[in-house]
């Protein structure tokens, strides 16, 4: 039952620090607004308030001497990977204070950078707040005023990073892993389950069929070297032209 509730809670964590860096991603680009500021704000309190959680959860069990060796391994094994998400969570901290103060959208300092993605932000903290709808209602100053506050909530997942290592001690070394690298990469559920991609790079070319495609692709590479050739002789011309 124990185990159960911790992966569900770092699973929870998981999910709102990897919605929470996908917002970050269009901090400073075209797809920054001012929903953009308040959606990170609130998705970085929830997954403080889920590290809290898990920090708690976690810290009972391991320090109970009473659990049997395999369910010490196994909650050893959960206290990295929530070290892991919480060192996630402040790197990304941190990078977002720094892109917030490059780039104050009240009073702008320099334009905001073409990067190609395209679409709303809104699904994706939709999904870290377990909601469907995002409900918007923080000051126009939030851009600038938010920033503060960022500041000692940097601050505080430091010190609670810091005190999670003083009261358990678990060598990231010494424990093994349940399972391959990227083992949840080629697994068909976590593929629905977990993706948080909203914003795209490019919308998909329709796929046509195999045959066509392969000799749309060969006349292709053809068109690329042929241009290629003709591109190195004009420069060619145009060098022999300098120099007499």
């Avoid at 959680?53 to 009473?66: F, I, Q, W, Y």
């Avoid at 196994?74 to 490059?102: A, N, P, T």
């Avoid at 919308?203 to 069929?209: A, C, L, S, T, V």
């Amino acid at each position: 039952m124990g185990k159960d509730e911790c992966k569900t809670m770092l699973d929870a964590l998981n999910k709102v620090t990897a919605c929470y860096r996908h917002l970050v991603i269009a901090l400073g680009s075209t797809s920054d607004s001012q929903n953009l500021r308040e959606e990170l704000k609130k998705t970085r309190k929830k997954a403080q308030e889920l590290a809290v959680a898990n920090r708690t959860k976690l810290t009972s069990l391991l320090k109970d001497k009473s659990i049997s060796k395999d369910d010490r391994a196994e909650y050893e094994r959960l206290w990295v990977l929530f070290s892991s998400s919480m060192e996630l969570l402040e790197v990304d901290m941190k990078r977002s204070l720094e892109i917030g103060q490059d780039f104050p959208l009240k009073v702008p300092t320099r334009h905001l950078i073409q990067t190609g993605m395209t679409g709303s932000t809104t699904t994706v903290a939709a999904r870290a707040m377990s909601v469907q709808n995002m409900k918007y209602e923080a000051d126009s100053n939030i851009d600038t005023a938010d920033l503060r506050d960022l500041r000692s909530e940097i601050s505080q997942v430091s010190q609670m990073m810091e005190e999670m290592e003083m009261k358990v001690q678990v060598a990231p070394w010494a424990v093994e892993a349940k399972q391959e690298a990227g083992a949840e990469l080629k697994s068909n559920m976590s593929v629905g389950n977990s993706s948080v991609g909203v914003i795209s790079i490019c919308e998909e070319e329709p796929k046509e069929e195999e045959g066509g495609g392969s000799r749309d692709a060969g006349l292709a590479s053809i068109c690329a070297v042929a241009g290629f050739f003709v591109i190195i002789a004009v420069a060619v011309v145009l060098g022999y032209l300098v120099i007499n």
